[in-house]
């Protein structure tokens, strides 16, 4: 079933809970977390970082500084284009006093007339799905909450990694809309892949500990204190990703023993 508002509202996909619904009295809407600020933040703060280096580190030739400066400006457009981007957009609302659905949500911009909207009367469920997002470097199940309507139409709401929000978000509009859901147990997918990917999460926190403590050695020499601090958060980063993935593993074991005492026991009964 096509989504028929996404091409107008486009929250993208990541592995974490970008967008949730915000629940109020009369009004149920999309609204951008605070790990999505946060998100941007980071890449805000680490391209101001970058550009900051030459007032602390000697660069040569003139061409370096250029790059450097370049390069965070990069990161911080990514960033504060982010935030301000997550700010200003109209996302969706269901308004239970006007008993109205604006898959688009209310823009005060725009005529009351031409804002897109449908009754309550003509939603029929609350939809989840999934599907693999692949990217370079890593692979994560993506789930998709919409709502379903008649004449085979279907609205985007959520569209992130985060299975438990998707669970609790669906779990209350459902109560509230009083409609069922449809579609499959996010909660147990999320479960399944993350044991399935803790081999390579460990693989990777290891090379990633390994390069930024090579580049931590390389400039520990440096007197600035600055740089040091910088690389040991990618340090921290790299050994919170390695402890993660080991309580992946030993939950991928436990999985495993779970279902070695089920497979005796049918075994035994086919026996």
Not at 152 to 172: V, Y
Request: with cysteine; aromatic share 14%; proline share 4%.
């Amino acid at each position: 079933m096509e989504l028929f508002n996404s091409r107008n509202y486009k929250p993208g996909s990541a592995n974490f809970e970008t967008y949730f619904l915000d629940f109020s009295q009369d009004i149920v809407q999309v609204k951008p977390t605070k790990k999505l600020f946060f998100f941007y933040g980071i890449f805000a703060v680490i391209g101001l970082s970058v550009m900051l280096l030459p007032l602390f580190i000697k660069m040569e030739p003139r061409e370096t500084i250029w790059i450097t400066l370049i390069f965070g400006f990069i990161f911080l457009a990514i960033g504060a284009g982010g935030i301000i981007g997550a700010k200003r957009r109209c996302y969706p609302l269901i308004d239970f006093h006007e008993k109205m659905f604006y898959p688009l949500g209310r823009n005060k911009e725009t005529l009351p007339d031409a804002i897109p909207k449908i009754p309550l009367n003509e939603v029929e469920g609350i939809g989840i799905t999934s599907k693999m997002v692949s990217g370079e470097k890593n692979h994560y199940r993506c789930y998709t909450l919409s709502l379903k309507c008649t004449k085979n139409r279907e609205f985007l709401l959520l569209n992130h990694g985060a299975a438990k929000a998707f669970s609790r978000d669906a779990g209350k509009l459902s109560k509230r809309m009083d409609l069922l859901i449809q579609g499959e147990d996010a909660e147990a997918r999320r479960r399944a892949d993350n044991t399935k990917a803790a081999p390579f999460l460990m693989i990777f926190s290891l090379i990633w500990m390994g390069f930024s403590g090579y580049m931590l050695w390389q400039i520990w020499k440096v007197q600035e204190l600055f740089p040091k601090i910088f690389i040991g958060v990618f340090i921290l980063v790299g050994l919170i990703m390695f402890l993660y993935s080991l309580i992946l593993l030993l939950l991928r074991k436990k999985k495993k023993e779970n279902k070695e005492p089920e497979q005796t026991d049918e075994t035994k009964a086919e026996n």
